[in-house]
C-alpha cells in the first residue's frame, strides 16, 4: 500500500508559476515511476507529466511542453511538478499517481497507476 499526499497548490494569476510536490509513504519509491493528472470541471482526468523510477525518461502532455517540469527525487520519496507561465485553462485538481506496473516507462493511461493522491486544488485567474 502506497500512500500520496500532493501540496503546493493555490491561486495564482496568469503568467504566474507554482511548484506541486507529492510525498510517497513507501519506502521503495525508487522502483517506481510516477505521473501528474488533473480534472477540470466536467472534464475527464487527463494526463499531465510522468517520471520513470530512476528520473531518466519524462514525457508531457502537448498542452504543458515548454511549461511545466516534473523531477522525481528519490532520496526524499518526493516528485515535483514546476509550473510555470500558467493559463486560465491549466485551472484544475491536480493528482500524483504511482507507475508500478510499467516503471521503466511513462505511459500516460491511468489504467498504469496503481495508487493515487487526494489531489490538491490549482487555480489561474485570468
Known amino acids: 500500500q502506497v500512500q500520496l499526499v500532493e501540496s503546493g497548490g493555490g491561486l495564482v494569476q496568469a503568467g504566474g508559476s507554482l511548484r506541486l510536490s507529492c510525498a510517497a509513504s513507501?519506502?521503495?519509491?525508487?522502483?517506481?515511476?510516477m505521473g501528474w493528472f488533473r480534472q477540470a470541471p466536467g472534464k475527464e482526468r487527463e494526463f499531465v507529466a510522468g517520471?520513470?523510477?530512476?528520473?531518466?525518461?519524462?514525457n508531457y502532455a502537448d498542452a504543458v511542453k515548454g511549461r511545466f517540469a516534473i523531477s522525481k527525487d528519490n532520496a526524499k520519496n518526493t516528485v515535483h511538478l514546476q509550473m510555470n507561465s500558467l493559463r486560465p485553462e491549466d485551472t484544475a485538481v491536480y493528482y500524483c499517481?504511482?507507475?508500478?506496473?510499467?516503471?521503466?516507462?511513462?505511459?500516460?493511461?491511468?489504467?498504469?497507476?496503481?495508487?493515487w493522491g487526494q489531489g490538491t486544488q490549482v487555480t489561474v485567474s485570468s
Open positions: 499517481a504511482a507507475n508500478m506496473q510499467r516503471p521503466t516507462i511513462v505511459p500516460s493511461s491511468n489504467r498504469y497507476y496503481d495508487y
Open positions: 513507501q519506502g521503495t519509491f525508487g522502483s517506481y515511476g
Open positions: 517520471i520513470n523510477w530512476d528520473g531518466g525518461r519524462t
